[in-house]
């Protein structure tokens, strides 16, 4: 909600796991996949979202967004937030 009250765009779940999707099928076909939970967490990671507001954005707790990031670090083989969105984007 935050950055749409700062004049961004919202962005549905639905578009956010398409969004990723298709970067991924771009950019790393070889990707793990990740289920389209992470997908969205990911994508909202991408955004510079706080793992807060990423809760509040997917109406989850936040030891559920942090459990989803211990996933995905784990699937992309990364230590950070910034490495998961560099390395799953393919920056």
């Given at each position: ?16 796991r398409q ?7 771009r950019s ?9 939970r992470e ?53």
């Amino acid at each position: 909600m935050g950055e749409v009250h700062h004049g961004g765009a919202p962005m549905s779940g639905y578009i956010a796991r398409q969004v990723v999707q298709s970067f991924a099928s771009r950019s790393n076909p070889q990707a793990p996949e990740l289920t389209p939970r992470e997908a969205e967490v990911l994508a909202l990671v991408g955004k510079g979202y706080i793992n807060k507001e990423i809760a509040d954005q997917l109406g989850l707790g936040l030891e559920t967004v942090r459990s989803y990031l211990k996933s995905i670090y784990e699937k992309l083989h990364v230590r950070s937030r910034t490495e998961a969105a560099m390395k799953f984007f393919g920056s």
